[in-house]
């Protein structure tokens, strides 16, 4: 059983920056991608950004220059750092890990979130 675990949220001000982890943990063969979408009140989840195995990433344009994701321990552990946070920021960050088993069975394993909120 594979899961992943975000940490880091909370309240900063505008103009602040935060860093959020995620941690993926149980019998993992491969992880083939890891990313992080938000969801903020009343729409749609969205995505943030996105990062292979193999190092290439994926972000949404209105972040691009903002927001950087990376990943540490051969790729088990992904970050997400915010600088320059806009009260349009705030939303529950989600995590999530595409997962190759041994039998090459793929699957996506989705944190539980963690809240980010801009505010003055």
């Known amino acids: 059983q594979v899961q992943v675990v975000e940490s880091g949220g909370g309240l900063v001000q505008p103009g602040g920056s935060l860093r959020l982890s995620c941690a993926a943990s149980g019998s993992i063969f491969r992880i083939n991608a890891m990313g992080w979408y938000r969801q903020a009140p009343g729409k749609e989840r969205e995505l943030v950004a996105t990062v292979t195995s193999g190092g290439a990433t994926t972000y949404a344009d209105s972040l691009k220059g903002r927001f950087t994701i990376s990943t540490y321990n051969a790729g088990n552990t992904l970050y997400l750092k915010m600088n320059s946070l806009k009260p349009e920021d705030t939303a529950v960050y989600y995590c999530?890990?595409?997962?190759?088993?041994?039998?090459?069975?793929?699957?996506?394993?989705w944190g539980q979130g963690t809240q980010v909120t801009v505010s003055s």
């Open positions: 999530n890990a595409d997962i190759e088993r041994s039998d090459h069975f793929l699957y996506t394993v």
